[in-house]
């Protein structure tokens, strides 16, 4: 539970998101015109509704921005070049399912030439032992 009480995959408003960070609501207005991904729900009378992902976020920008220096420039980077690492590591994960598909069908030929040549070398022994 948080400490407004409520289960922390319940949506928060602005004010509860300002109470428990400690940050103005106008502040994190001009977060969300700076840091595209965090996009609250926004309900009738443009109300905001943060989910936990929003909330969670908001938790890193303000570490970054007020404990670790950074700048809001630089936290942008830090998210961008995040969300192309993990680009790159979906790219190479389909790389690698690609690769492995080639050498299952590599190992099936194998295994299917085997197999033919077992059964050849079979059929030619029950021909000798058999007459």
Same mark, same amino acid.
């Given at each position: 539970?948080?400490?407004?009480?409520?289960?922390?995959?319940?949506?928060?408003?602005?004010?509860?998101? /300002? !109470?428990?960070?400690?940050?103005?609501?106008?502040? #994190? &207005?001009?977060?969300?015109?700076?840091?595209?991904?965090?996009?609250?729900?926004?309900?009738?009378?443009?109300? +905001? =509704?943060? +989910?936990? *992902?929003?909330?969670?976020?908001?938790?890193?920008?303000?570490?970054? #921005? =007020?404990?670790?220096?950074?700048?809001?420039?630089?936290?942008?980077?830090?998210? *961008? %070049? @995040?969300?192309?690492?993990?680009?790159?590591?979906?790219?190479?994960? @389909?790389?690698?399912?690609?690769?492995?598909?080639?050498?299952? @069908? =590599? %190992?099936? &030929? !194998?295994? *299917?030439?085997?197999? /033919?040549?077992?059964?050849?070398?079979?059929?030619? #022994? +029950?021909?000798?032992?058999?007459?």
């Amino acid at each position: 539970m948080s400490r407004n009480g409520k289960s922390p995959q319940a949506f928060r408003t602005i004010r509860e998101v /300002s !109470e428990e960070l400690g940050i103005p609501q106008h502040v #994190l &207005r001009f977060w969300e015109t700076k840091f595209k991904r965090l996009r609250p729900l926004k309900r009738g009378g443009g109300r +905001r =509704y943060y +989910r936990t *992902e929003d909330f969670e976020m908001l938790k890193t920008i303000q570490k970054l #921005l =007020y404990t670790d220096g950074y700048t809001i420039k630089g936290v942008k980077k830090l998210f *961008e %070049d @995040s969300e192309n690492n993990l680009n790159t590591t979906k790219s190479s994960a @389909s790389k690698n399912a690609t690769n492995f598909m080639k050498d299952m @069908s =590599y %190992d099936t &030929r !194998e295994i *299917e030439k085997i197999v /033919s040549e077992l059964s050849n070398l079979r059929d030619m #022994l +029950r021909g000798k032992f058999s007459g």
